[in-house]
């Protein structure tokens, strides 16, 4: 639902750069909305990141500053992933720097400004080329962990969609997601390599639409089901440092298995 000059700068973001049309003409034929966005997305393109890390919060502030516009950041954001996404066809050495740009630069940026999908996907495309050995043995280590199971969580969604229908409150979504590939990564070295206490590998979240509902559901799902210890977390009462905010619990399910609802 993005508004129309942003699809079209999306589209023409790096014709100035690539052909010999210039940013004027872009500006006479679409208006000059759309040419603003162009000229930002290619003043991003002149920053690169080279691999030192005492620099990669500047880098990360002059970003931000720069992109005037929060939709600069977006274009920028799509053009990257669909960088990553075809990165197999360029030389080792200029896959694994806009790998690692991506990951040091991008996705924190996308994490501060509140876009989950974007920061997912640069970080899960970017470590299979800056960690490749570590890449494929968390995809094989996942996928262990998550074979078979997907019957048997469907079934724990639907008897909480039932219980919480029946209770009255109002769900807007409930949904399973996997951990993301990275983000189990960097859960696993703070874990110290332990998987067993990686509780949110499979989560279940359900979407309410008042924290009053965000709470009663809580206490529904603590009904069904056994809580485990030192595991509820109240985002709500004290955010991320990104503003997100919610309610997770990790509880026992009828079979002794760890899920972790996230209201």
């Not at 699809?7 to 679409?30: K, M, N, W």
């Not at 950041?73 to 066809?89: G, P, Q, S, W, Y």
């Not at 509902?213 to 089901?225: F, M, N, P, S």
Request: glycine share 6%; with cysteine.
């Amino acid at each position: 639902n993005i508004d129309l000059d942003t699809v079209i700068a999306g589209i023409l973001h790096d014709v100035p750069e690539d052909t010999s049309v210039t940013i004027e003409e872009v500006e006479r034929e679409f208006g000059p909305d759309v040419a603003r966005l162009v000229r930002g997305v290619t003043k991003l393109g002149t920053i690169k990141y080279r691999g030192l890390e005492r620099y990669a919060e500047n880098l990360r502030k002059m970003f931000v500053a720069m992109a005037e516009d929060v939709r600069v950041m977006i274009i920028k954001f799509a053009d990257r992933i669909h960088n990553l996404e075809t990165l197999d066809v360029l030389p080792h050495q200029k896959r694994y720097r806009i790998a690692l740009e991506s990951l040091e630069i991008y996705a924190p940026i996308a994490n501060r400004l509140g876009m989950a999908e974007f920061k997912g996907q640069l970080e899960d495309l970017s470590f299979k080329y800056v960690y490749p050995k570590e890449y494929e043995r968390i995809k094989k280590l996942m996928d262990e962990k998550l074979r078979g199971k997907e019957k048997y969580l469907q079934a724990v969604q639907e008897r909480a969609r039932t219980e919480l229908k029946k209770s009255g409150i109002p769900i807007i979504e409930l949904y399973g997601r996997n951990k993301r590939l990275y983000s189990f990564y960097q859960k696993l070295l703070r874990k110290g390599n332990d998987v067993a206490k990686v509780y949110d590998l499979v989560a279940i979240r359900v979407i309410v639409p008042t924290v009053a509902d965000c709470y009663a559901t809580l206490g529904i799902l603590h009904k069904l089901w056994k809580p485990l210890p030192g595991r509820i977390k109240d985002y709500i009462a004290q955010p991320k440092s990104n503003r997100y905010q919610s309610l997770h619990t990790t509880i026992f399910d009828d079979r002794g298995e760890v899920i972790e609802f996230q209201i």
